[in-house]
């Protein structure tokens, strides 16, 4: 274990970032991981959505297509790590067909950590891909505790009673690289930061991107570790964080 570089995005699997971070060495986690989204039902059976030749989501060298047991495995060893070095996790995830089974399951498996679900009202549907299948209109964050979970009252939060609900009406993000289109909203990652931390906390994205949680962090005076596998998306990061310095 070591301190990690602050204001720094490490080209590398988040777990290997993770397995060097000290326990609660991070005040908040914001992250929005794969959703599996290229792994479909075909005859009753999982596979890829390339090779049923649909539309895919585009990740600069990730397939977004993980056998179902693989994806849950994945999303557990990741969560255990971000528990033991962060006192609460923002994870937001999408329920369709690739992580339905795994998210939930994985929720079961950290239910005594879960502390609330918002809802992320897009405010225009997603258009479903298959007949008879509900549109997608919203996405769900998943907020863990690592060391006050009982209790729906937050630790670490700055807003008053009654002032903050459970469902977000916030745009969808704009599209800033080609081969990332998932591509988090500004808004979302700093109503997170300003109502659950303070000046200075250190916030860590394991999913880092191409950058919003960086940018935003940046932008509110707060300090960034992140982990991305993509060379691309971190140049395309640190573009955006030279516009932020810039701007002041």
């Known amino acids: 274990m070591k301190k990690m570089k602050k204001d720094y995005i490490y080209n590398e699997d988040c777990i290997k970032t993770l397995k060097r971070m000290e326990d609660n060495s991070v005040d908040c986690v914001i992250t929005s991981p794969p959703y599996n989204m290229n792994l479909r039902i ?12 649909e539309l895919s989501t585009k990740y600069d060298g990730f397939s977004d297509n993980l056998p179902i047991e693989e994806y849950y495995e994945f999303h557990s060893s990741v969560m255990r790590e971000l528990l033991r070095v962060s006192k609460v996790v923002f994870y937001n995830i999408q329920i369709v067909t690739g992580s339905k089974r795994s998210i939930f399951k994985m929720i079961g498996k950290f239910n ?17 891909m298959q007949k008879q299948v509900l549109n997608r209109r919203t996405e769900l964050i998943l907020v863990f505790e ?20 459970d469902i977000w009406e916030i745009k969808r993000g704009k599209k800033i690289s080609k081969d990332h289109g998932a591509v988090f909203p500004e808004e979302l990652v700093g109503k997170i ?22 940018v935003v962090s940046k932008k509110m005076n707060r300090k960034y570790i992140g982990s991305e596998l993509s060379k691309s998306y971190i140049e395309v990061s640190e573009q955006r964080l030279k516009n932020v310095g810039e701007m002041f």
């Open 193 to 214: 930061i300003e109502n659950f931390t303070k000046e200075g906390d250190v916030i860590y994205d394991p999913f880092m991107g191409t950058g919003t949680t960086a």
């Open 112 to 128: 005594e950590n879960l502390k609330d679900i918002i809802v992320w009202d897009k405010g225009v549907a997603q258009p479903a």
């Open 146 to 165: 690592s060391d006050y979970p009982i209790s729906r009252q937050f630790r670490y939060a700055n807003f008053e009673r009654g002032t903050l609900s």
């Open 42 to 53: 075909r005859n009753g059976k999982y596979c890829s959505r390339q090779i049923v030749k």
